[in-house]
């Protein structure tokens, strides 16, 4: 077989041989000079403050966050009246007295007023998944250092009725669960926990109302999967705490060892119904 010495090779034209180099280049600009995010919130980009943080400075100085004292139970922040630890056990405070709560305890991170009332609406009116998951980066930021979590097993979203599902397009209490997740390096548990019936909105709702709203309405399907283990439910706003501690209850009753509860908003229950 003969073998042609002058075959002619093809060559790149000098535009793709350019684009490629171009290519090459912004790639590892990219990689020295990583693209900055931009604030879900306001549209800006921005230096994150804290890894995995969604949110821009400028945002989180907007949010009403919550700081110390603290109620250990329910998250509250202390008020005039209220009861101190005595012999190293903490005391509840009075949102607490009185109300039996099926969860060891709970933590928000904000209270359900000004930027964060606004964020959670758009959340859950006007089809922002994406703020849903910047927020999820703040539980996580809230989590991940501190020791009380240490030792969850997995996370547990509060889910919607099918009904509202559907008309939303997304939980967004699972939005919030997966960056939580994330940080502690635990599972999330997306069919473990149900509701076996169609509950009203909560807001708008007295105190007893949402505690017979929410009464019978949730069933787990899987008791091996969360048997013995310490659990961590999470939800976009908490009131008068009755729809996670009737959450709660029912795993506790299928063999759960321990729920803790972490919000993104704390409300304010109504005292007057």
């Not at 793709?16 to 879900?40: M, R, W």
């Not at 939980?171 to 940080?183: D, F, I, R």
Request: hydrophobic share 40%; net charge positive.
């Amino acid at each position: 077989m003969a073998i042609n010495l002058f075959r002619k090779e093809k060559l790149l034209p000098i535009e793709k041989i350019e684009g490629l180099f171009t290519a090459a280049v912004s790639a590892l600009c990219d990689l020295v000079f990583p693209p900055q995010p931009f604030c879900p919130a306001c549209g800006r980009e921005f230096q994150p403050v804290y890894p995995r943080l969604a949110f821009c400075r400028a945002c989180l100085e907007r949010f009403p966050l919550l700081a110390p004292p603290l109620c250990p139970r329910c998250g509250r922040p202390w008020q005039e009246g209220d009861t101190t630890a005595r012999h190293g056990l903490a005391a509840s405070c009075r949102h607490c007295r009185g109300e039996k709560r099926y969860y060891q305890q709970m933590k928000a991170v904000a209270v359900y007023e000004g930027y964060m009332r606004e964020i959670l609406q758009a959340v859950k009116y006007g089809f922002r998944p994406d703020l849903a998951t910047a927020v999820g980066s703040l539980l996580a930021v809230a989590v991940e250092n501190d020791p009380v979590y240490d030792r969850i097993d997995a996370v547990i979203p509060v889910p919607l009725p099918p009904e509202r599902l559907a008309a939303r397009g997304y939980n967004q209490g699972l939005l919030l669960a997966k960056p939580v997740a994330a940080a502690l390096r635990v599972p999330v548990f997306t069919e473990t926990l149900v509701r076996t019936r169609f509950t009203k909105s909560q807001s708008g709702l007295g105190r007893r109302e949402r505690k017979t709203n929410v009464a019978g309405a949730f069933l787990v399907v899987n008791c091996r999967e969360v048997a013995g283990k310490r659990l961590l439910l999470v939800d976009d706003i908490c009131t008068t705490g009755y729809t996670l501690s009737e959450c709660a209850r029912v795993l506790l009753l299928a063999g759960a060892r321990r729920v803790e509860c972490l919000t993104a908003a704390l409300g304010v229950p109504d005292e007057t119904r």
